[in-house]
């Protein structure tokens, strides 16, 4: 019997052969952690949907960068949710907001860390939406894409003076990477970096979030402004807008669904690429392992190294403590 001269499992045999010739490592520096500072608590509150994950009160947050500093994370983001909201998400411009004051603690408290801040006004206006409203004529009402993009470049600014490392817009609202950087560098945050969520689908996998960032629509849906998840081509477009308008790094989300579209963005950019591994995209895997379907640690593990094997360089996911912990073990 003729045996094989080309024996792929003689690199497989042992761990540290396997190690050695591993072709996508995951690391914690890869790892950026979303937060969710709630102005109205003085205490954590745990997200039901969203197992070990916390709406934190703001006096929280100066701990919370230095946990985050030691476990070498990348770096983290962070959603707001004010005490009051109305239809034009004007809490979301307060300089005194949670999101402001936690940056501000959290750069005093662990000035290394890279903080950043999802730029939306989802968590601050009553209807849930991503931009102001208007009604049509047939009295239907739908988000006002321009009047939108003034607000956000506004509420970048907020974020810039509070100390942010980088503003993030999530909105997918047309041109609105412009008139943030129209903004910033116009009162001297020319340094400022914007990673833009140029690629967003109205994704289902979202559901766990409309808990955490308390921003349910109460009417309709997103549809109107994110991709329709059928569309890839689609999203070649959007990155090279906003590359054109300024955008320093690119956001796809979700990840898991969209590996494919992570690699063609991969592709065509050469800027910086993050995935953000979404609400559903976690809480689906801890509700298998509760069910006793998989290993929770090893199907987390496999994940994550599946979105950046893709072409991510850096991971926007709510595994970000517990993953940093196995891959430092």
Not at 162 to 176: E, H, L
């Amino acid at each position: 019997m003729a045996f094989p001269i080309q024996r792929p499992r003689r690199l497989r045999q042992t761990a540290a052969l396997r190690s050695l010739v591993r072709e996508t490592r995951l690391s914690p520096s890869d790892l950026i952690l979303p937060l969710f500072f709630h102005a109205g608590l003085d205490e954590p509150r745990p997200i039901g949907t969203m197992p070990g994950v916390m709406q934190e009160p703001v006096k929280a947050a100066a701990e919370i960068a230095r946990v985050a500093k030691r476990c070498g994370l990348g770096g983290v983001i962070l959603f707001g949710l004010p005490k009051t909201k109305d239809p034009m998400g004007k809490s979301g411009l307060d300089p005194n907001g949670p999101v402001p004051v936690a940056v501000r603690a959290m750069k005093d408290a662990a000035p290394e860390l890279v903080v950043m801040t999802d730029v939306c006004v989802d968590e601050y206006t009553d209807h849930g939406h991503c931009g102001v409203l208007r009604t049509r004529a047939d009295g239907t009402r739908e988000v006002d894409n321009d009047a939108t993009i003034a607000i956000l470049a506004e509420m970048a600014v907020v974020h810039a003076k509070a100390g942010a490392d980088v503003v993030a817009p999530s909105d997918m609202m047309d041109g609105r990477v412009a008139a943030i950087r129209e903004a910033l560098d116009s009162s001297s945050f020319e340094n400022t970096p914007i990673l833009s969520y140029a690629v967003k689908y109205a994704s289902a996998f979202y559901g766990p979030f409309r808990e955490a960032a308390d921003c349910a629509p109460t009417f309709g849906d997103r549809a109107g402004y994110q991709m329709d998840p059928g569309n890839a081509r689609e999203a070649l477009r959007e990155i090279a807008l906003d590359e054109a308008e300024g955008a320093d790094m690119l956001i796809v989300k979700p990840a898991l669904s969209y590996l494919d579209v992570i690699r063609r963005v991969r592709e065509a950019s050469t800027l910086p690429l993050f995935a953000y591994n979404v609400s559903g995209e976690y809480s689906m895997l801890h509700a298998a392992a509760k069910a006793g379907m998989i290993d929770l640690d090893r199907a987390m593990m496999e994940v994550l190294v599946s979105i950046k094997r893709a072409g991510a360089d850096g991971i926007l996911t709510y595994h970000a403590h517990r993953a940093a912990e196995l891959l430092r073990a």
